[in-house]
């Protein structure tokens, strides 16, 4: 099965990875140490429980340079995988496998890290009713994957770009002069999805009244974010957002908001701990 991505080359993310990691002279080790000839097989598991994400990403590294690899998937993304439990298969010319290994871990550990974080953030919110969105705090050239990822562990992507909503803050109400007033001009600009960074609860009225079709409740208290969806009524979805973490995500959720959103879930996930052990065929 193809893998793709809305705006996303994998090609030529393998490309580059790889020539990143090459430089002029190539796997120099892998060239002096392992004959041309030799065969290597191997598996990949995780060493702590994981969310998967990434695995076919891994796996074009592989392809990429021995396209005669024989790959067995032995689970796939966005499922559980528990410590010790084997990922994929591969078997190959050692010198290829050897030379994508740091590449192919490096993007499946750093989107499963994504994944993981998100689903522990998903399964602190279940039966709340309330739903987990991402954000735009993602690493430079890594927004379609790291969104992809958080998708495998259970959010709701929010915006992928600068065009697909306006979203008003607090610079852009303190330059336009209001909040009703920089709504105003988003409606005369045509904007559909206009949504409105609310730091006060007296904001809430002028930026509905004005056209605001989503209310981000920002740095709000539980009493405070209560306060606001009854103010709001369901006329628009709210969304509590700004310093939430794990341990107090669950109490947010449980204001009645319609959507929670987490920057930390790309911005600070750490990798998780995954290792490719090859054995000799």
């Known amino acids: 099965m193809t893998f793709a991505l809305d705006r996303f080359d994998l090609d030529d993310f393998v490309a580059a990875t790889l020539a990143e990691d090459l430089g002029e002279g190539g796997d120099i080790t892998s060239a002096a140490v392992i004959p041309i000839a030799a065969r290597f097989t191997g598996s990949m598991r995780s060493r702590e429980e994981i969310v998967v994400a990434g695995l076919p990403i891994a796996e074009?590294?592989?392809?990429?340079?021995?396209?005669?690899?024989?790959?067995?998937?032995?689970?796939?993304?966005?499922?559980?995988?528990?410590?010790?439990?084997?990922?994929?298969?591969?078997?190959?010319?050692?010198?290829?496998?050897?030379?994508?290994?740091?590449?192919?871990?490096?993007?499946?550990?750093?989107?499963?890290?994504?994944?993981?974080?998100?689903?522990?953030?998903?399964?602190?919110?279940?039966?709340?009713?309330?739903?987990?969105?991402?954000?735009?705090?993602?690493?430079?050239?890594?927004?379609a994957l790291e969104k992809y990822a958080t998708r495998m562990g259970g959010a709701r992507n929010h915006r992928m770009r600068l065009d697909d909503a306006a979203m008003i803050k607090d610079n852009h109400v303190a330059i336009a002069g209001g909040v009703g007033e920089a709504v105003r001009r988003a409606v005369a600009a045509g904007i559909e999805r206009i949504i409105v960074e609310v730091d006060h609860l007296d904001q809430i009225e002028p930026a509905i009244g004005a056209g605001a079709t989503h209310l981000l409740l920002d740095n709000m208290g539980p009493a405070a974010l209560r306060e606001a969806v009854a103010m709001v009524g369901g006329r628009v979805p709210t969304e509590a957002s700004g310093g939430l973490a794990l341990d107090t995500i669950r109490e947010a959720a449980l204001t009645g908001v319609t959507y929670v959103s987490v920057g930390r879930i790309t911005q600070s996930a750490p990798a998780v701990d995954i290792g490719l052990d090859f054995t000799a065929a």
């Not at 528990?82 to 740091?102: D, K």
């Not at 993981?116 to 993602?138: E, F, M």
């Open 60 to 143: 074009a590294f592989f392809r990429a340079l021995d396209p005669q690899v024989l790959i067995e998937r032995a689970v796939e993304d966005g499922e559980r995988a528990e410590t010790g439990r084997i990922l994929l298969r591969v078997e190959g010319r050692a010198q290829a496998l050897l030379t994508a290994e740091r590449s192919a871990l490096n993007i499946l550990q750093h989107l499963s890290g994504v994944a993981t974080s998100t689903r522990r953030h998903v399964d602190a919110i279940a039966g709340t009713g309330a739903i987990l969105l991402d954000t735009r705090k993602t690493i430079p050239g890594l927004r």
